[in-house]
């Protein structure tokens, strides 16, 4: 399930993964955003070396919002997005008579409660082709496939399994469909193609069907992705928020180096070549524990149930999928050393464009996490006090970007990675 190889890489790289967390997630992630620009040195940007983001939930917003705009976002986000009042036109109150219906019916809200307002408020009628237009980031935006309980990335194969064209799909969808939290949104829904397809599935697929070795998620994905072409099972694809299977959104990323037919896939050959440092961040806006029912006997009421129920079950998934990812992480390193030392000279002269320099084994991968916890037990618990919602007052997006900002600032990964960064050429000042 990787995506198209592009060479987008350069000499670093920096890869985030937003997390879920309504508003609170996005103004988190975007206090990140503003730590890595402030990190910069004078005449280049780190800004440049963010090369992918993958997202989940309110994250995504973040991600869709700075795959669009660039740095440029860093000026308008906070006024055009976090400070708008996003619940004004839709349904909240699941104990409301006239809401009764619509619970049972799929979700308090509909598309046009949320797709609408941000395609017409936000995004402004951006399309994937527009997304893609600027070289890079890569945005992978995750939603979760509620029929087969796996990720299901915003990203050209996936859509390639459904006969369709990413390309012409809305950003506000992709968004909205990453955001429908179960209950309070209807499922997001698309439609499957098989009678346009030409040619079978990916390869990988069938692979993954027929080896009894092969992983779940990576059997579970490969289900999926077949059931999409056969009408007899699937016709239309129902997403949720991509929170319910993975709140990291690492899972596409860990399918896509597993299903990987290279040591260095799912990057390409010359971004193995020419990387020399790596930076993967994830920026995690959870909730810890909340509610007072650990202190008496009574409690927690059905719905209190209900909501910790699926938080335990995010957060353990997350858990699992960070442990995972970190092995994999230092595992990819591994290989990319392997291969590139296995390569002739005129090879990496051909991929790198010269040999000047050339270390085969001077590449190094970094992974961090970036959380309240970061940030001391008191102010940890005020920002763990802020709900997920899709509005919050002034003071409480203020006190996340902030938080954001100053996590990543203190960041041990994150000094790490600078410490070691290959400085870029500065370009010299055009004449007047």
Known sequence: ??????????????ALSFSGGGLRAA??????????????????????????????????????????????????????VLLRDMEASMRMSAFAPENFLRVLAGGLNDRANLVNWLDSQVFEGATFATL???????????????????????????????????????????????????????PIVLKTFPEKCQGTVEPWVERALSDPGASKIVHASAQAMKGYRDPSRVRFVKLVDGGVTDNYGLSSILLGRAVSRTSYGPLTARDAVTLQRMLFLVVDAGRGPSGDWALAPDGPSGLEVALAATDSAIDSAARVGFDAFRKVMHDWQTSVIAFRCSLPLAEVER?????????????????????????????????????????LPTKSIDDAIAAGFDAARANVTLKTYLHNRIPQPVAPPSAP
């Open 132 to 186: 893609y237009a600027r070289r890079k980031p890569d945005v992978w935006i995750n939603a979760t496939d509620l029929y087969h309980r796996t990720p299901f990335p915003f990203i050209p194969p996936m859509f390639h399994a459904l006969c369709s064209d990413l390309t012409q799909f809305s950003v506000a969808e992709a968004v909205s469909a990453s955001m429908a939290v179960p209950l309070v949104f209807s």
């Open 351 to 391: 991929l790198r464009g010269s040999v000047q320099g050339w270390n085969c084994r001077d590449i190094q991968f970094h992974f961090g996490l970036v959380s309240f916890a970061d940030l001391g037990p008191v102010r940890e618990a005020g920002l763990n006090a802020i709900p997920t919602r899709l509005t």
């Open 27 to 80: 103004a988190f992630s975007f206090g990140v955003l503003k730590a890595l620009d402030a990190s910069s040195q004078p005449g280049e940007s780190l800004l440049d070396d963010v090369t992918l983001i993958t997202s989940v939930s309110g994250g995504s917003l973040t991600a869709a919002y700075y795959g669009l705009h660039g740095p440029q976002a860093l000026n308008t986000f906070r006024d055009k």
């Open 1 to 14: 399930m990787t995506a198209p190889a592009r060479d987008i890489a350069g000499t670093n790289l920096v």
